[in-house]
Structures are given as C-alpha cells and as structure tokens.
C-alpha cells in the first residue's frame, strides 16, 4: 500500500457528462500530480499540484480541471466526457515538488459509454 | 522521436532466467533514471532508481545507465513468477515537476 488513496476505484459514465475523480496523497506529501494511462498512450503526464498551486501542466485536455485543496487532497475534474477519455487516471504524491520518489495510487478505471 | 522509447512486449522467459529490460531516451539532459513496477490492474511503483551513469544493484535487480548512448537497462536475476509485470523506465531531469514514461515492456515469468 502506498499510501495513496483514489476513489472511486471504477466509474462508468456516458458521453457528454462529468465526473470527478478524488485522490488522498500520502501523508505529508505536499505534492500531488495527475497521470492517464490508456493502452495506446501509456502514462501521460496531465497535471501537478504543489502546496495548493498549479506548478506544472502537461497533456491536459481544456475539458479537464484539477485542484489541490489546504487538506493537500486533490480533485481531477474531467466534463464533456469523449469515449477516448476512458482510462486508468492516477494519482501520486511526493514530499516535494522534485518527482524523484513519486508514490501511486492504486487508479480510478473510468469507462465511457 | 518519443522522448522514451521500450518496447512494449510481452517477453516471455521462464523461472529462473536471467531477464533484461531496455530503454532508450533522446534528451541528453536527463539524470535521473528510473524504473517502475506495475502490476496488472494496479498503480505503478519505482523499484529503483540511478543518478547519472553506472550501475546499482539491488538485491536481484540491477538498474544499468550508458549516458553515451542514452541507453538504460534493468536486469532481474533468478526471475520469479511474482516478477511477472509491466516495467517502466522514467529518465527524468534534476528539480523536476514531472515524470515521463515510456510505454512499458510487459514481462511474463512462467514457472
């Protein structure tokens, strides 16, 4: 168990909605970054979170938003879901915003429909 | 050109062989080389990482960097069944926000 926590662990939804997807970092982990992993893109950088603040954007589509709360939990928001969206999304954290020792959740499966 | 290239596999090797994961990179400036475990239906885990070229060992696992030709190597010694899953190399920069992956090479240990 790494410590990180994603919920909910599978989430299936139709085209055009929105969901959001939770991640609990490790305790005292300050950073909290987003990754989509699907079969044909492997792991995608989308977003990373440091303290409360936006630090760096990767791949992140304009239909998706994140936010990292002052408990450091974070919030990965995906609207106008597309069928390509489905994925495994997870979340990490780290202690600081150097990605060195990165510790994953366990990954929301999100299936639209 | 990917910035992180494996290939994907699957390989297939039985219990006991010697197993040899690869990677190649383009971005000279990376120094930090890392490799990821990921179990099937799990979220990955980094089972070792080096700092510029050389070699570490770690129990049966050996992470080998060649900086000279953007090469990186895992090799796992006395494969197990329980080694049966999805290995990502991640070269990344020092004060990094992010880590990039490449796409993983899928490794089955049959006993």
């Known amino acids: 168990d790494s410590g990180v926590t994603q919920t909910p662990k599978h989430l299936i939804t139709a085209t055009g909605q929105r969901v959001t997807l939770r991640c609990s970092p490790r305790s005292g982990d300050l950073s909290v970054y987003w990754y989509q992993q699907s079969l044909d893109q492997g792991l995608q950088f989308l977003i990373q979170?440091?303290?409360?603040?936006?630090?760096a954007k990767g791949n992140i589509l304009e239909r998706f938003s994140a936010q990292q709360f002052p408990d450091l939990h974070s919030e990965l928001n995906l609207s106008s879901l597309e069928l390509g969206d489905s994925a495994l999304y997870f979340c990490?954290?780290?202690?600081?915003?150097?990605?060195?020792?990165?510790?994953f959740g366990q990954g929301t499966r999100l299936t639209v429909v | 050109q990917k910035e992180v290239e494996q290939d994907p596999g699957p390989l297939s090797v039985p219990e006991g062989a010697i197993v040899s994961l690869n990677c190649t990179y383009s971005n000279s400036a990376f120094q930090y080389f890392m490799w990821y475990r990921q179990y099937s239906r799990k979220g990955p885990e980094l089972l070792m990482y080096?700092?510029?070229?050389g070699n570490k060992e770690d129990g049966r696992f050996t992470a080998q960097v060649d900086k000279s030709s953007k090469y990186i190597s895992l090799f796992i010694r006395d494969s197990q069944p329980s080694d049966s899953a999805t290995y990502l190399c991640a070269p990344t920069f020092p004060y990094t926000d992010k880590l990039i992956f490449g796409t993983g090479t899928r490794l089955q240990v049959f006993p």
């Open positions: 080096t700092y510029s070229s």
């Open positions: 990490a954290s780290s202690p600081s915003w150097e990605n060195t020792e990165a510790f």
């Open positions: 979170y440091y303290n409360g603040e936006e630090r």
